[in-house]
């Protein structure tokens, strides 16, 4: 306990130290000041727009100066966020998020899994390159007559549309970072007789922390356009449903309602993964 | 006299041929040398002439084409960057050689510990490899192939890569702690200066395909000899003048 007090003192005094050397220095201060400044003014423009946007939008369907049948307008939004959260917006929601980190999880295990059989043989990688390449340009929702009929119309439907979007540019990605790991660091690992499974475990699955992280981000967008496109084609729940329901019945406040909802689910899940992504890289 | 030293390594008639799509390349042919043990051995010769391929396959990196290579003990081997795992904290990083060979035991990292002690890194083992100066790094890499307890080390343009300042403190340093802890050396490089300043023989090789044209007993006489005050040694440009005229003659002929 008192080691522990000590070790407080100590700290305390060193940062002590470190803010007087700040005081010493008035250019460090000033610099120090305008970065501060310069945060906050980029902060209150994106604000602002945002506002100001919204605000725009308000006042001309209110003026009749746009059609709000056909525009919406921000204030029924809100009315009808407030009406779907008391109806079923979290059965919806739930859909599509359960829908949404099945396939990521599904696209992200099996295409490291591929990445690294592709990695380990350079024989299977030479033969599945051209089959690769042609799958990732193939726009993938072409598949969804296909897929429907294969797994049937439902939730199975739509996860395998997430996976289809997500599994191949997950493979790409991996398997590039994996490959392009430095030369040299695996044959210092060679020089104390690594075999191939210590050299992906020790050398080149670390090394490639920040590229599994890049592809987590870009998968679990995929994994959304995966699951609302799946949705419009064949679900009975979600916000691709209501999306899709909304144009139907020509309800644009639901419509638009919906997208600024799967927008900020989107922002969500890029943002716990920037989390995990911290969390894991100050543990190391 | 001091009684007839064992042979730490041996290489019988290597020879080395690359295949490539667009044909063959002889890289090393009947290539022959001894290394007793505590001696300080180079390699030069014109670049591109296979050295560090001789290399490799003294530590069996690389599949001869002929020959035999003995070797009585175990081999270290340092390459020309640290390649510290930038990953791992210095003391991770200087276990990953004794964790490869699942040889991680209370008592090799004891003695991982007394190596960072004596050469003054103990206070850096939590820090991570970014921290450190070009010197240290190399440094903690010497300490990483240390740590297997390697009875012969292979350097491999080990300092090509420091600026020159540093590189002669780092030969200096290294040279030091090599001695010190008795290990025999074999080291390849393409500086002639540094080949003589470290060693006490040099082998030249020819150009491709390489073959052992000569090799020099190197003795400067000196008693508590380092790289430093070798290189001060009037005998020091007479090597140099030597093995300069020898190399240049290789050069020539490829020129023809």
């Not at chain 1, 210590?198 to 670390?206: E, F, G, N, S």
């Not at chain 2, 041996?10 to 020879?15: E, T």
């Not at chain 2, 396959?57 to 795992?85: F, S």
């Amino acid at each position: 306990m008192k080691n522990a007090q000590k070790n407080k003192e100590i700290k305390s005094q060193e940062n002590v130290e470190i803010k007087n050397k700040g005081m010493i220095s008035k250019d460090r201060k000033k610099y120090l000041k305008k970065i501060k400044l310069r945060k906050l003014e980029i902060f209150i423009t994106q604000i602002s727009i945002v506002v100001i946007f919204i605000a725009i939008w308000e006042i001309l369907a209110r003026t009749g100066k746009i059609d709000s049948f056909i525009t919406s307008q921000p204030s029924r939004i809100l009315k009808t966020f407030l009406d779907l959260s008391s109806n079923d917006l979290l059965r919806h929601l739930k859909i599509t998020c359960i829908e949404t980190l099945v396939g990521f999880l599904l696209g992200t295990v099996m295409g490291i899994i591929i990445a690294i059989i592709l990695w380990w043989s350079s024989f299977i990688s030479k033969v599945s390159e051209p089959f690769l390449v042609i799958l990732n340009a193939l726009p993938k929702v072409a598949l969804g007559p296909v897929i429907i009929i294969w797994v049937g119309a439902g939730m199975p439907a739509i996860i395998v549309m997430a996976l289809a979007i997500s599994l191949i540019v997950t493979i790409l990605n991996v398997l590039n970072g994996l490959i392009n790991t430095d030369k040299e660091k695996i044959k210092m690992a060679e020089t104390f007789n690594a075999n191939k499974l210590q050299i992906l475990t020790k050398i080149v699955m670390p090394a490639n922390i920040s590229t599994l992280f890049n592809t987590l981000k870009v998968n679990i967008g995929l994994s959304l356009v995966g699951v609302i496109s799946g949705e419009f084609l064949v679900s009975k729940g979600g916000i691709g449903y209501l999306i899709v329901y909304g144009g139907q019945v020509f309800k644009l406040d639901l419509v638009m309602t919906s997208v600024i909802i799967l927008a900020i689910v989107a922002a969500v899940m890029y943002e716990s993964i920037e989390i995990l992504e911290k969390i894991v890289i100050k543990q190391k | 006299m001091t009684e007839e030293k064992k042979s730490i390594l041996k290489a019988n008639n290597i020879y080395k041929t690359y295949q490539a799509e667009n044909g063959e390349i002889e890289a090393l042919k009947n290539v022959n040398f001894e290394i007793k043990q505590g001696e300080f051995v180079s390699i030069i010769g014109p670049s591109g002439c296979g050295k560090s391929t001789l290399l490799s396959i003294v530590a069996g990196l690389e599949e001869k084409n002929d020959g035999e290579i003995y070797i009585d003990g175990k081999i270290g081997y340092m390459l020309q960057k640290d390649n510290l795992l930038e990953w791992r904290t210095i003391y991770k990083n200087v276990l990953l050689g004794l964790e490869i060979q699942n040889a991680l035991t209370e008592e090799n990292k004891e003695y991982v510990i007394k190596l960072l002690k004596k050469y003054g890194l103990y206070e850096f083992k939590n820090k991570y490899p970014t921290q450190l100066s070009g010197g240290m790094r190399q440094r903690v890499a010497l300490i990483r192939t240390l740590a297997i307890r390697p009875t012969i080390l292979l350097l491999d343009e080990a300092f090509s890569a420091l600026d020159y300042q540093t590189r002669l403190m780092v030969t200096d340093d290294i040279y030091k702690i090599l001695k010190n802890e008795k290990i025999t050396v074999l080291m390849v490089t393409h500086d002639i200066s540094e080949a003589i300043s470290m060693s006490d023989k040099v082998i030249v090789l020819s150009k491709r395909p390489a073959t052992v044209k000569k090799i020099y007993d190197v003795n400067f006489e000196i008693e508590s000899r380092t790289p430093l005050n070798c290189r001060e040694s009037p005998k020091f440009s007479k090597y140099f003048n030597l093995m300069w005229k020898e190399l240049e003659q290789y050069e020539k002929c490829t020129e023809k």
